[in-house]
């Protein structure tokens, strides 16, 4: 973490200074804002989070009910969410407060009648990712961002008591093209309306989401007809794995599955209840705790179970489906229109809670669209930029639809054993890396380059998110993961890996790159860069060396990779790395780095690989930033 870069701050380094001008929640309405966003669910918050770091950026958030959420939703954490947490700054916050889940274990009825352990599997792979897999009430997630917003420049809070109930998009108008119209939830102000305009309109307002009607999307999907409870509780229980997640499958009565929750104590279940008629819902069967209970006591015998509290619960139906749109710009003019409006999270995915993606899914929604609105918004980028939020997403959400269809159907189905394994259990396995989020991979575009260098690294799959590995940092050999210096910034990162025998020296070919992306015009350094911006401003360049780090001299880098920045033009310490072998934790041999050529790896603002490239493709590497952003001068 960098501080104190433009003079000495005391106090808390994550409280940011104010930008001038703030507007805050509560204050009379804006007339024009430059995105507004629809709903304050994960999807929302991690938008606005990112946005309200930029201060020339107008957020406005508006959120239907009251007061911020409290307990119940989502608790389920993938490891990917974790890595995207590590970017914001919270995440050893969560792993702090929620429980670990190690171990996932399967219980079925015995030959001779009563409930045992079937099979126990590992939850997250060896190796897959430095970060757990956790699960931490949704509410918390919440806190964390609105209080990343709370410390930003603009100092954003939701505005609470309002929905979006209409919008009109002018595509004629340059600024502000979008007429909202906005109505008060607040009992004592009902049927109030106003408007106003905004430049971008983001739709996180969930499954029956206005924005979405508004734009006249649908979603498309089915059902399959079967009702779950879920909840919250305290309770008292002679069940051995309480405090393991499992999936438990009696004779007769059904399934549930145990989710223990932070704290020690609080247990989460899902729970199998009726099978519903082709026309029927749930609220038509009039259930309620008690009866997620009752089946829950049915289901765990001969284990006894005793709840004591019910913290929150609910009863909902298994469906999955997917919009039709993912913003408003219609298929016919994607070449003359760029979006105005988009939907994230449950306004566009719709499926069942038992894979804990939907709000992992919601969440990368809008990590994905945050910079890019951020870069459009800065001028860094044109507006054409955003048409990619959608073809990249909506990929991403069509293979958790079709995922979740084929899982449901998996959990809900009579179990056979084979190879040793109980169905579920083998197919919990072989979906771990879905289920830990890492199976996205965005498809070849001017964001996501050719594979033709992959051979370069094949640790680091180009349209995959980057799999970080330990580091040495050289300047005060600190060892730490190298993808924890990327940030939610907006910045894209260029990671340069040396090849053997390069210390940096003058003439070298590290240097030689250095010297061109610090002063050569043809650069993408110079291209895209303003006068007067630090030389890292958009594209931060880092290298990683093969050497011990006691055999490199931190003062003989490039001048690049020990730039001077901010206020005072002072050094930044932190742009060079070594492998760490003194753990034998080598990240060349880990990832997969030619030793011999080495290669340089750019890493999108979503920490996402762009693209691998030869450390003498200059041409290459100034082509792939030149299709993604404008020439500043």
């Keep these: ?10 106090g808390d380094p994550d409280v940011l200074a104010a930008a001038p001008g703030l507007r805050r929640a509560g204050d009379p309405l804006p007339e024009t804002v430059d995105v507004l966003i629809a709903g304050s669910g994960p999807a929302g918050l991690c938008l606005a989070a990112q946005l309200a770091r930029v201060p020339q950026i107008r957020t406005m958030l508006v959120e239907p009910k009251l007061v911020p959420m409290e307990k119940g939703q989502a608790d389920g954490i993938s490891v990917r969410s974790m890595e995207m947490f590590q970017a914001f700054g919270f995440a050893e916050k969560v792993m702090r407060e929620s429980v670990w889940i190690n171990e996932t274990t399967f219980w079925a009825p015995g030959s001779d009648g009563p409930l045992k352990r079937v099979a126990r599997v590992q939850d997250v792979p060896d190796g897959i990712s430095e970060m757990p897999h956790v699960l931490i009430n949704q509410a918390r997630v919440h806190d ?3 209080d990343i917003m709370r410390r930003s420049p603009t100092r954003l809070e939701p505005d609470y008591g309002l929905k979006v109930v209409g919008l009109v998009v002018d595509p004629t108008v340059t600024e502000y093209p979008v007429t909202v119209t906005l109505e008060h939830t607040d009992p004592s102000r009902a049927g109030q309306v106003t408007q106003l305009r905004a430049n971008y309109v983001v739709g996180c307002d969930g499954a029956r989401s206005g924005v979405r009607s508004a734009i ?10 079967q009702a779950w409870g879920v909840m919250d509780v305290l309770a008292v229980t002679d069940f051995p794995d309480w405090r393991m997640k499992s999936f438990v499958r009696s004779q007769d009565e059904g399934i549930f599955m145990v989710l223990p929750r932070e704290g020690g104590h609080l247990v989460r279940l899902y729970v199998e209840l009726d099978s519903l008629g082709e026309d029927e819902r749930v609220a038509d069967r009039g259930m309620g705790a008690e009866d997620i209970i009752a089946k829950a006591q049915r289901i765990i015998q001969p284990f006894k179970l005793d709840v004591k509290d019910v913290v929150w619960w609910s009863i909902y139906e298994i469906g999955h489906r997917l919009s039709d749109k993912f913003d408003d710009v219609p298929e016919d003019q994607l070449a003359t229109r760029t979006p105005r409006v988009m939907l994230a999270g449950d306004a566009c995915h719709t499926h069942s809670p038992k894979a ?14 945050g910079w890019k609105l951020a870069s459009v918004l800065t001028g860094r980028a044109d507006p054409a930029l955003l048409h990619s939020y959608a073809s990249e997403r909506k990929a991403a959400a069509k293979g958790l639809v079709e995922f979740d269809h084929k899982w449901s159907r998996v959990v809900g189905a009579r179990d056979d054993t084979t190879e040793g394994l109980p169905r579920v259990a ?6 771990l890396p879905f289920t830990c989020g890492l199976t996205v991979q965005y498809e070849l575009s001017a964001l996501t380059g050719e594979p033709t260098d992959q051979h370069l690294a094949t640790g680091f799959d180009i349209g995959k998110r980057l799999h970080s590995a330990p580091v040495i940092r050289l300047a005060d050999a600190k060892p730490m993961h190298l993808g924890h210096c990327i940030e939610a910034d907006a910045r894209f990162r260029l990671f340069i890996f040396a090849p053997a025998n390069d210390a940096g020296q003058p003439g070298g070919t590290v240097a030689s790159l250095c010297d061109w992306l610090e002063h050569d015009p043809a650069s993408p350094v110079r291209r895209h860069t303003a006068p007067g911006e630090d030389v890292d401003a958009v594209i931060d360049i880092r290298a990683v060396f093969q050497q011990e780090f006691r055999a490199l001299d931190f003062g003989a880098m490039p001048t690049l990779l020990r730039p001077h920045v901010g206020r005072f033009g002072l050094c930044d310490y932190e742009k060079v790395f070594c492998a760490d072998l003194k753990r034998g934790e080598d990240i060349f041999e880990m990832r997969g780095i030619d030793r011999a050529e080495a290669c ?3 890493v999108r603002p979503d920490q996402y690989v762009g693209h691998i490239l030869p ?6 590497l100034a082509n792939y930033f030149a299709g993604i952003l404008r020439v500043r001068g």
Excluded: I
């Design 426 to 431: 083998r197919e919990f396995v072989n979906n």
């Design 600 to 602: 340089m790896v750019v």
């Design 144 to 146: 964390m961002y609105l």
């Design 1 to 10: 973490m960098q501080y104190h870069l433009n003079g000495f701050k005391p």
């Design 615 to 620: 450390l003498s493709a200059r041409e290459d």
């Design 216 to 225: 006249g999307g649908a979603l498309h999907g089915d059902a399959a007809h």
């Design 356 to 369: 804990g993606q939907g709000m992992n899914v919601s969440m990368g929604d809008t990590f994905n669209l």
